[in-house]
């Protein structure tokens, strides 16, 4: 028989000793010297010991429990079997597969009612306060934005709205979208609704899009390149308010440096304004204390660009999204600190192409189905 490291088996250091977690059980055990040792041995199939052998293999009871315990696999085996069909957690990597393993329940877990969270969120509240529910730059200059309700939501209907809804990738170069259209969209998107106000909490904020336990990860960053009546630059959507703040006013963003954190999308330069979203940690880690709340940021983020899309359809607007960012250009340009706040995602919206719209409404009455596609080197759909 041979035996090998489990692949699923993470190993960290913790306060001077290596831990060994195993996502799969929930389980997690320090290592003693003499395994942390041993396991080298075992970093690709080894011979484990047998019969005679075990008995003079000073290792061999230790080996054994380490089997045991499922730090090790041995060859042929229901564990090795299950390692070796990983289908694409194996594609996506350790981390992938760890986290998802780490936050998945299993069917015996206990979850509190929402009367035990409420009384343990009363209770602790004198010695942790909730943390504010939307970020502020007090500092930087505003641009006030026009109301929503100049620009309501009229024409076609839901269905078609739905119907309708693309993702665009050809833009009109040099377009500007209009401040007005810009304000509906924020207003949707992220702006405050309406204000709830729970006995012995603080008031809560009630959007257009659901947030777990209404605490309103998501901040919007506006990256403008092309906004009627508002300069280029970098701002933070304050939703209370309903204003634009300028947070780098010294900064300018082109459309090459917006191409380059957005992984070489040469697309993305085309846009009128790129909304970033982040997310703010402490603001949900406040309530829910277990990793499975990261799950959550993206769920949330899904519903802001699902709205975004809506909105900007329903306005003539031309919507994308995307995940492919370089985290860290961005994290500097913001000045985010990743520990606290997050970058997940990002919406772009501009004016479309004449010829996309034309390719568009060909396709909702009947024409050739067909993906939206820049049309260039990006794409491989051009020069």
Known sequence: MRLRISRLSVFTWRNGTMVCDDPVRHRQFALSADARRVLPRFADWSPAPGGDTADRDPDGRLIAQLLAAHVLVAEGSPEHDFEERLGPWAEWGTAARYFHLATRTHADEKFSTAAEDTAWLLRTLPDRPQPAQAKQYPDAPRVPLPPA????????????????????????????????????????????????????????????????????????????????????????????EHVLESIAPDRKVDADELVHWCG???????????LFYTAGLERTAWKYRTGRTYRTLFMELGHFSQTAYLVGTALGLGV?????????????ALGLDWTTEILVGLNGIGVPAQEETVRQKAMLEGGPAD?????????????
């Open 149 to 240: 309700d100049d620009t309501p939501l009229a024409g076609p209907g839901l269905d078609q709205v739905l119907r309708r809804r693309r993702t665009t990738r050809r833009f009109e170069r040099g377009a500007q979208v209009p401040r007005q259209e810009l304000a509906t969209l924020l207003h949707w998107v992220a702006g405050a609704l309406h204000t709830v106000e729970p006995s012995g909490l603080q008031p809560q904020l009630l959007k257009a899009s659901p947030s777990a336990g209404a605490l309103h990860t998501l901040e919007v960053y506006p990256v403008v390149l092309g906004v009627e009546g508002v300069e280029p630059g970098i701002y933070h959507y304050r939703a209370a």
């Open 371 to 383: 993906f939206s596609f820049a049309g260039d080197a990006w794409d491989g759909r051009g020069a």
């Open 320 to 332: 994308f999204f995307t995940a492919a960012t370089r985290d860290g250009a961005v994290e500097e």
């Open 264 to 274: 070489g999308q040469s697309y993305v330069g085309d846009a009128g304004v790129v």
